[in-house]
């Protein structure tokens, strides 16, 4: 699981609880064991609010590794962004476009970076989150155009802020819809990176890797499965889930080619 924010932030709460025991007159062995119930107290706490997956950036990284060029017209079209109109289908979507803007931004492809951050822009300002996705994300991903390193880090930090800004505010199944919506993405990407996906070196490997990914979604959303929101989306994964249950430690092509039609199916229903 991500520890972006978590990595960032436990180290100096960390010290602040060391140094509160420090001071106390108890014996090594107690302070310890303290310190371990406190450390996984705080961990629960910030976890909470950290982004549960590895972001789309992440996985759009691994696909560009793979060598495979760019594909035009495989993204969700801007302009579906304008038909979303429940909170739902705004956060799902929201995950979509933003796995859209990291695929154009990594293959820098800059006109589909404008577009996707505009599509993006429109879902954030009625879910509130304008200030995520303001005009300096677009200076700093221009600026870093040539270094994707850094720009995976900047667009982790943006659905890193989402999650945490909607956790925030009582809308974790919202930011559950976020997280999954891009998961779902992402999937789709790297299913569709050729016409023959499966005859593309290391997409089996990574197909794999993201199994583990979306065991891990389940179960983060077990808490909220009987949220009406959750359960009808956890429903609409069921394809997915089928065909990852009958899954092996390796890919064959049959494999590759359920799990493609398995994503179609579902982001068919996500992305209308």
């Known amino acids: 699981m991500k520890k972006t924010i978590a990595a960032i932030l436990l180290p100096f709460m960390m010290l602040g609880v060391i140094s509160l025991n420090s001071c106390r007159g108890k014996k090594d062995k107690e302070i310890k064991k303290v310190e371990m119930e406190q450390k996984k107290s705080i961990e629960g706490q910030i976890e909470s609010n950290v982004y549960p997956l590895p972001s789309s950036a992440e996985v759009i990284q691994m696909l560009t ?42 293959y820098n492809i800059q006109q589909e970076v404008i577009n996707y951050l505009d599509a993006i822009r429109v ?49 974790q199944t919202l930011a559950l819809l976020v997280v999954g919506g891009a998961w779902v993405e992402g999937m789709y990407l790297t299913t569709h990176v050729s016409e023959a996906a499966y005859q593309v070196a290391g997409i089996s490997k990574n197909l794999l890797e993201q199994k583990k990914s979306f065991e891990l979604y389940l179960e983060v959303t077990k808490p909220y499965e009987n949220d ?45």
């Open 228 to 272: 009406p929101v959750i359960k009808d989306f956890l429903t609409k994964l069921e394809p997915i889930k089928t065909v990852y249950n009958t899954l092996g430690t390796s890919l064959t092509e049959q494999n590759i080619k359920d799990i493609t039609k398995a994503i179609e199916l579902v982001r068919a229903q996500i992305v209308g």
């Open 65 to 106: 590794q793979l060598e495979v060029g760019y594909i035009f017209g495989i993204t969700n079209p801007v302009e579906n962004s304008k038909k979303y109109f429940s909170s739902t289908a705004k956060a799902t979507n929201l995950g979509v476009y933003g796995g859209d803007l990291s695929y154009a931004t990594l």
């Open 123 to 171: 879902l954030a300002n009625e879910l509130n989150m304008s200030q995520i996705y303001d005009e300096t994300l677009y200076d700093r991903i221009k600026l870093n155009f040539d270094n994707r390193d850094e720009l995976v880090k900047i667009l982790t930090e943006a659905f890193d802020k989402t999650y945490a800004y909607l956790s925030d505010n009582d809308q």
